[in-house]
């Protein structure tokens, strides 16, 4: 007998006629000969007004952390009803089924609230049950601290909780279900002519992931590349056995990959605020002054890039910071004025990051100059970029956020033909 883990993300549980329909897929895996752990979210919609919530609870407000251990309390709630729910209607359907919340397992993890990280899971218990033939229906994106407080693994988390699942099981693979068949050249709802990858490489998943594709939380694909897991990403709107219900995206080793392409997907992200310091002093020492200030606070900084001022003895610096610190990044940068001698400092939030991603780019060249010209042709001002091995982003004004996706995705020849 082989463990496998199936995930069901928020569309697909969003009501009990779709709860209904996943539990038809769990028992074809089950019926096929699996021992299945099944992972899933909370309803569409549910954990915005979890979220909601708190922030009414004044989480937001002046003396209370933002990373509130109540906060979690609160947001997990939501996968707790749907693994009820589903582990209720599949014993209705005549399986054994029961469900198991984060610190049942449990899914141990630090004591960072709202984004915590998985530490360990003593998967003991739950394997028995699996092998013993019992369906286990686990609530996603929860864990708890070793001192037995509720965490949560972050937004999107309940991908982690899948891999790491699978991980701790040793599963043959962890199948991940969602409202789209696969993994797409972009993201589809954007652009209908999107493709989907039959497979992706785990290096080329973890750079799409963190640029903005949502399909998969990038530490579940971190997690399953460290761990070596098998993921696929598939369809949960199809009926077991339906034609397509068995394709998907096959997250796996580059070498494992016979199409090669230079580019495999296009990225964006409206996450990031982009920050200009001007008339910094030209000396050394101002940077690591002004970059320290804002990682000691914790404050992520992606891309920089510093530029002479024109008409005197000074610097420009610009970089992105994530949405949600542009706030307190400024405020941390005004504090360092005096000190550091700047003449002023903006921030911008009408920004958005576009990223084309692909292995092939360590072994081709003019990726680059296809790019630019693509967005040069459609009139769209770069104003920031950044390359690693086997990305390129820039930074764009958030309007001409669709039109960059599609001239690049068709640049590259990534549209379906026909
Ligand atoms: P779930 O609730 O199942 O976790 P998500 O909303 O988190 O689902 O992720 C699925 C969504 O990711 C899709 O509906 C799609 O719009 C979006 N998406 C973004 N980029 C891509 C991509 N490259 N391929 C597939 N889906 C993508
Ligand atoms: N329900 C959580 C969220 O909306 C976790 C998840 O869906 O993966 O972020
Ligand atoms: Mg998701």
């Known amino acids: 007998m082989t463990r496998l883990v199936m995930k069901f993300g928020g569309t697909s549980v969003a009501d009990m ?23 899933v979210s909370a309803m569409a919609g549910r954990t915005n007004e979890l979220v909601a919530w708190t922030d009414a609870a004044g989480r937001a407000a002046p003396g209370l952390e933002p990373s509130d251990d109540e906060y979690d309390l609160v947001v997990a709630s939501g996968e707790q009803v749907t693994a009820g729910l589903l582990a209720m209607t599949l014993r209705h359907m005549g399986h054994r089924a029961r469900s198991w919340l984060g610190w049942q397992i449990p899914i141990l993890t630090d004591d960072a609230h709202g984004r915590a990280r998985i530490d360990d899971i ?18 996603g994106f929860q864990g708890v601290t070793h001192g037995g407080r509720i965490t949560t693994l972050g937004r999107g988390g309940s991908d982690t909780s899948a891999v790491a699942i699978a991980a701790a099981l040793q599963a043959i693979r962890c199948d991940i279900y969602t409202d789209v068949d696969g993994v797409y050249t972009t993201d589809p709802r ?60 096959i997250v796996c080793d580059e070498e494992e990959i016979v199409e090669k392409r230079i580019v495999s997907g296009v990225t964006y992200s409206r996450d990031e605020a982009k920050i200009t310091v001007l008339g910094l002093p030209d000396r050394p020492g101002v940077s690591s ?14 891309m920089i890039v510093q530029s002479r001022a024109r008409t005197s003895d000074t610097a420009n610096m610009t970089f992105t910071v994530g949405k949600r610190d542009a706030v307190r990044a400024m405020e941390l940068i005004r504090a360092i004025q005096a000190d550091v001698g700047f003449e002023d400092a903006q921030v911008d939030e009408d920004v958005a990051k576009v990223s084309v991603i692909g292995v092939g780019m360590r072994s081709h060249t003019g990726v680059a100059k296809t790019m630019f010209g693509a967005l040069a042709d459609r009139g769209v001002n770069i104003q920031v970029i950044s390359t690693s091995e086997i990305k390129i982003s820039v930074l764009i004004e958030s309007a001409y956020t669709e039109l960059a996706v599609r001239a690049l995705h068709a640049a590259y020849g990534l549209d379906q033909v026909g």
């Open 289 to 302: 002054k002004l970059f320290s200030s804002l990682a000691d606070a914790n404050v992520n900084v992606d």
């Open 122 to 139: 003593p998967a003991e218990a739950l394997g028995a049950a699996v092998d013993g033939g019992e369906i286990a229906v686990i609530a």
């Open 190 to 249: 954007i652009e209908q002519r999107a493709r989907r990858l039959a497979r992706i490489s785990y290096e080329e998943m973890l750079e799409m992931a963190s640029l903005g594709a949502k399909v998969l939380q990038t530490r579940s694909v971190e997690l399953a590349m460290a761990k070596g897991v098998a993921v696929r990403v598939l369809s949960s709107f199809t009926e077991p056995g339906e034609a397509g219900s068995d394709t998907g995206t």
């Open 17 to 39: 006629e779709r709860i209904a329909r996943v539990a038809r897929l769990v028992a074809a895996e089950k019926a096929a000969g699996h021992e299945v752990a099944v992972v």
